[in-house]
């Protein structure tokens, strides 16, 4: 088992930009040790109340940007050519994901960053990938620790993947400033499981692989899903999600993407609709962490499994009222006996 070092220890190194001390806060950070939480906690009290001691906080100024579709869109053949692009503009970008599957498979993107392997080579990129397990706290668990501690290590683009399967790009959506939506061309709504709602969420859509012979279905694709998008009512920021084309193959409409990028970034800047936004994550984000400790400080009562397992047998007979249940669980003298 790894040791632990003192708190002060990760926070110069993440500062300093050291990626192995990054890298192994972001382990504490996931941990579920209680004695690793603690630490992770110091560590992020630490950079956050050091970062930007040389000028404005590096969260300020980064750009977090979230990217789902359909497995099978191209995210990561994406991320690899977006990447590499912005690396060779002078950005330091972190891939992150969140990965509701990852239980199953140990972290797609670890699998993945055999496939992007350019940008798993480039100094200035860092690729995390998804924790283990990931899904037992929810979707997107310590994301967000993650993307400060990365920003506090002056990476200034983040990029967070989720597979578009179900409930993770609500998650992924609530803790971005731009949520990109890729979506292959000639494949209907229904086999792209992509659910309006989705649609509703993306500041822009990208029809993936338009290089060779798809070229023009994409741009049909293209016009179809623009007039699709005029239909939705506005979303009252004064941003019209645009639908682009582009091909990490060629490249071909990867610098209109990062373009399209930073006129959203530039815009919602001037009318305070990113700040607007960052402020209701962080809303959520404390709301979040509130209902997951408030369950775990009801749940993990000594006896409580065992408990509720009666409970509900007695329920199900029809022997206890659920009502007469509950007001069981919270009496005082109910916690552990039994
Ligand atoms: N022609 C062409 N093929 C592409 C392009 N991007 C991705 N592909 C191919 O599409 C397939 C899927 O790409 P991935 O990047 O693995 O897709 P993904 O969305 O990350 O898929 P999951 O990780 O399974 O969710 C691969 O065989 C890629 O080579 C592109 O721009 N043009
Ligand atoms: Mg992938």
Not at 43 to 70: C, D, K, N, Q
Request: glycine share 10%.
């Amino acid at each position: 088992m790894r040791h632990r070092l003192p708190p002060d220890h990760y926070i110069n190194g993440i500062l300093a930009g050291d990626r192995l001390l990054l890298s192994r806060a972001i382990t504490l950070v996931e941990s579920r040790r209680p004695d690793d939480q603690a630490l992770a906690q110091l560590v992020m009290e630490g950079v956050l109340s050091r970062s930007g001691e040389a000028g404005p906080r590096p969260a300020a100024s980064s750009v977090r940007i979230g990217i789902t579709g359909v497995p099978g869109v191209g995210k990561s053949t994406f991320i690899e050519a977006f990447g590499t692009y912005l690396t060779q503009l002078g950005h330091h970008l972190a891939v992150l994901a969140v990965d509701p599957t990852s239980q199953r498979s140990g972290g797609s993107l670890l699998g993945d960053k055999t496939r992007m392997e350019t940008l798993s080579m480039n100094p200035n990129a860092y690729i995390r990938p998804s924790p283990a397990g990931d899904s037992l706290g929810g979707v997107g668990h310590r994301t967000r620790e993650t993307m400060l501690l990365c920003e506090a290590a002056s990476f200034d683009v983040i990029l967070v993947e989720t597979v578009g399967v179900g409930q993770s790009e609500t998650v992924v959506h609530g803790m971005v400033d731009f949520f990109l939506l890729l979506m292959l061309a000639g494949a209907g709504d229904e086999l792209q499981g992509m659910k309006r709602g989705i649609m509703e969420l993306a500041d822009a859509l990208v029809i993936t692989k338009a290089d060779g012979d798809n070229i023009a279905p994409a741009n049909r694709a293209r016009m179809e899903y623009q007039n699709a998008l005029h239909l939705f009512p506005p979303t009252g920021t004064g941003w019209f999600p645009p639908v682009l084309t582009g091909s990490a193959l060629t490249g071909a409409g990867i610098a209109t993407i990062w373009q399209t990028i930073q006129e959203h970034q530039q815009l919602t800047t001037q009318n305070g609709q990113r700040n607007q936004r960052r402020q209701a994550q962080q809303l959520t984000w404390f709301r979040a962490l509130l209902r997951q400790q408030l369950d775990s400080q009801f749940y993990d009562r000594p006896g409580m499994q065992d408990q509720l397992a009666l409970m509900e047998a007695q329920v199900q007979a029809g022997t206890l009222l659920p009502g007469q249940a509950v007001k069981m669980l919270f009496q005082p003298s109910s916690s552990g006996s039994r």
